[in-house]
């Protein structure tokens, strides 16, 4: 199993293309967020720019969440492509780089570690609100909360105090 790619015999005739798979074991990933994961499928391809390189692929895998609402641990699968340019650290500043422009990640290193690289794409593609499927129907507190803020009718401050004032009068009458 490939896991790392001298880019130094990246030439620009053709883009080298590696498929290989990275065991959970040798990635880095927060226990917090992700308590499992399945080895990952990559597909990669790198072609040489006249500076950086252009990195595409595929990652395939499953991580264990845990999700938001009911608080159980689920598998999420992930299937995702992925493109961003590698260019190094000199482009920060002189550089031209536009942000229409595909993703560009910053390194200086001849070394590619494919470990690393479906690390990043793998925490890229983590929900924000983990669900353990889509009818997940225990609420979560918090969402509950601004549900039950959001419903409350919006009157003017102006008519609250004067329903007051209204009130106090026809009592005491
Ligand atoms: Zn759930």
Redesign the pocket.
């Known amino acids: 199993m490939k896991r790392k790619v001298n880019l130094n015999e990246v030439t620009a005739k053709e883009p080298i293309k590696i498929d290989t798979e990275i065991q959970s074991s040798i990635m880095h990933l927060p226990e917090e967020e992700v308590s499992k994961a399945s080895s990952f499928k990559l597909h990669i391809e790198i072609t040489k720019k006249p500076v950086g390189y252009d990195l595409e692929g595929n990652i395939k895998g499953e991580v264990e969440l845990t ?6 641990k ?1 598998m999420h699968k992930i299937d995702k492509d992925f493109k961003y340019k590698l260019l190094p650290t000199s482009e920060i500043t002189g550089g031209e780089i536009k942000s229409s422009e595909l993703d560009v990640k910053f390194s200086d290193s001849d070394v590619l570690d494919l470990a690393e690289v479906v690390e990043e794409q793998i925490m890229l593609n983590l929900p924000v609100k983990p ?3 889509e009818n ?3 609420p979560n507190v918090e969402e509950e909360e601004e549900e039950v803020e959001k419903s409350k009718p919006t009157v003017d401050k102006r008519w609250e105090k004067l329903k007051i004032l209204k009130d106090k009068f026809s009592k005491e009458k």
């Open positions: 999700c938001s609402r009911c608080n159980k689920y669900l353990c499927s997940c129907q225990l």
